[in-house]
């Protein structure tokens, strides 16, 4: 009788036991690279699965059920959109000001790796705002200040609903810079003494457009590293790396991976030995399991 209702109890166990360990390895067995986030297209370099893309841009990008985030140490901007000709990227900072929003500064920060390979483009300008008379750009790091097509700070407090604030307070034209990536990413704001920034990208084509017209955003220009990648990308596969050593490696479908291109898995493959190792280690995990029930069971 007790073994009876025993045997049941133990099926369960097999079965649950058995479809944990099935459910925890089949994503990596069966995961492959998304190739858009929405609507934005998601090639080499970048990635939004782990062990697509190039390493350099691990971790960089984050795709959520509406929006494709870039990441940096300062927080995520919303990708507005990449253009895989020219090699930019454009992202918005929810958090800056901009013609319609005054909100408080907030640094840009990116990442060693980012300034390198991802750095903003020489037409996205940062424009500093309401600095104070002590600011270094006003003094003695005034030249990282330039002249923006001739727009000045008065169009800039007179034009936008949210920067006229800055007149309306201080009844008065506080100082203003526009300037560089690299003068943001050397001097922190606390530092610049300038309580508000915003950034416009196409700079190059906003002589005599005003400031409502501008585009607010940040363009960035990226670097495709050179790791001949078109060999994998032309037979069908798509350019990834392995996760633990980082060593590039061509992923083909969702079931094979070499280490250059998809022809014919003639390349080591390393998708073959991965698969012919993780079953029988998948049964040896339900044979060990099983038996430590069973083990419990005699014992009671
Ligand atoms: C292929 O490589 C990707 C990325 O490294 C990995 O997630 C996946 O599990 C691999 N597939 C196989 C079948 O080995
Ligand atoms: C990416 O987004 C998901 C939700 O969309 C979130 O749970 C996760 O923490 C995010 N990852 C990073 C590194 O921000
Ligand atoms: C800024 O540049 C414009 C032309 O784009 C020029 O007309 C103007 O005089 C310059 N202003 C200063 C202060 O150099
Ligand atoms: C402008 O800066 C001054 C300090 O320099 C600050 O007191 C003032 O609140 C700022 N204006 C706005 C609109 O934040």
Not at 106 to 112: A, I, L, R, T, V
Request: hydrophobic content about 35%; overall charge negative; some cysteine.
């Amino acid at each position: 009788m007790a073994n009876q209702l025993r045997l049941p109890f133990l099926s369960f166990n097999h079965l649950t036991i058995y479809l944990i360990l099935l459910l925890s390895q089949s994503p990596q067995i069966f995961s492959t690279c998304r190739d858009f986030c929405n609507n934005i297209p998601i090639n080499y370099p970048f990635s939004i699965d782990d062990g697509c893309g190039a390493p350099q841009y691990r971790h960089m990008l984050n795709c959520s059920a509406t929006d494709l985030f870039f990441l940096t140490p300062s927080g995520n901007y919303k990708v507005q959109s990449i253009d895989y000709d020219k090699k930019t990227m454009t992202i918005f900072d929810p958090s800056m000001s901009t013609c319609s929003i005054l909100q408080p500064h907030h640094d840009f920060k990116m990442s060693e790796i980012q300034s390198a390979i991802i750095p903003p483009s020489p037409d996205t300008i940062f424009i500093l705002m309401n600095c104070s008379i002590d600011s270094p750009v006003l003094n003695h790091y005034k030249s990282v200040c330039f002249n923006f097509s001739g727009h000045s700070c008065d169009e800039l407090y007179g034009s936008c609903t949210s920067f006229k604030l800055f007149h309306m307070l201080s009844n008065s034209t506080p100082a203003c810079c526009f300037t560089g990536y690299e003068t943001v990413k050397y001097m922190s704001m606390d530092i610049l003494d300038c309580t508000h920034y915003t950034s416009v990208y196409n700079s190059d084509k906003l002589e005599g457009v005003g400031p409502l017209d501008w585009l607010y955003g940040m363009k960035l220009s990226f670097s495709v590293p050179d790791t001949g990648c078109e060999r994998c990308a032309k037979s069908g596969g798509n350019c990834g790396f392995d996760v633990e050593t980082e060593m590039a490696q061509c992923i083909c479908a969702s079931t094979s991976n070499s280490t250059r291109d998809c022809a014919g898995g003639r390349e080591s493959n390393f998708a073959e030995s991965y698969r012919a190792s993780s079953f029988p280690r998948l049964q040896l995990l339900y044979i060990l399991a099983l038996g430590a029930i069973s083990y419990r069971i005699v014992l009671r």
